[in-house]
């Protein structure tokens, strides 16, 4: 069965630099979310897009921003990025059923690296 | 706001054997999902169980079953006749499926080792 895909798989970056994560979801999956995994830690969501439109806002920082195409991938946009935004970031979709919301699949992730 | 605790940073199992792992939650919302993600040293996340609150029935997945304990906010995890593959981080996570907020809410895991 197809999975979430996303690249690059890993990515290294210098402070200051910018960073463009893609995510392309499970086919006839409306909804996409991201996650940021700091070492040893647990998943924190950042936003998630249903239908193109931003559904849900978390601890996001106002130096990123993402968006979701027609084609329903989506792209997390970091910039002037800083040491502490070197983790693993992951994307998951699900299917959107009914009102409410449903399993996430999650994508490999990026691992990003801030020299 | 939704909060997920799993109380066990740490677990350890021989071969063959069953191990439980522990999660509690809190939240006021009634209509919610629970899951179990694995995340071996890939650091893939692999959804292993999922359990709906409205199902009194346990969800079972082969070797994984749940114990769900909906009054007590309880929701552990059996793993029987463990194997060397088991071994990873288990995420135990919280989803509310109505009231607009679609983040799956995790706790800070617990990571298993299953000795040869």
């Known amino acids: 069965a197809a999975g979430v895909i996303q690249s690059p798989r890993h990515l290294i970056k210098e402070k200051r630099e910018t960073a463009t994560l893609k995510c392309y979801p499970i086919?006839?999956?409306?909804?996409v979310y991201w996650y940021q995994q700091g070492p040893g830690q647990d998943p924190q969501f950042l936003i998630s897009?249903?239908?193109?439109?931003?559904?849900d806002k978390g601890s996001i920082p106002d130096r990123f921003s993402a968006q979701q195409f027609s084609d329903y991938h989506s792209e997390l946009n970091m910039s002037s990025l800083e040491l502490g935004d070197s983790a693993l970031y992951f994307c998951?979709?699900?299917?959107?059923?009914?009102?409410?919301?449903?399993?996430?699949?999650f994508g490999p992730g990026t691992r990003l690296t801030v020299l | 706001a939704q909060t997920v605790t799993q109380s066990q940073p740490e677990m350890s199992v021989q071969e063959a054997e069953t191990v439980t792992l522990s999660c509690t939650y809190d939240t006021s919302e009634s209509d919610y999902y629970l899951f179990w993600y694995k995340q071996p040293p890939s650091r893939q996340m692999i959804l292993v169980i999922r359990q709906e609150a409205y199902k009194q029935q346990n969800a079972t997945e082969n070797r994984f079953s749940v114990n769900f304990q909906k009054a007590a906010k309880s929701f552990s995890l059996k793993i029987s006749d463990s194997q060397l593959g088991d071994a990873a981080m288990y995420f135990c996570a919280f989803l509310a499926t109505q009231g607009g907020s679609e983040k799956l809410v995790f706790g800070k895991g617990t990571k298993l080792t299953v000795n040869p």
């Open positions: 897009f249903y239908e193109k439109m931003q559904s």
């Open positions: 086919p006839r999956h409306d909804t």
């Open positions: 998951a979709s699900s299917p959107h059923i009914g009102s409410g919301t449903d399993t996430q699949y």
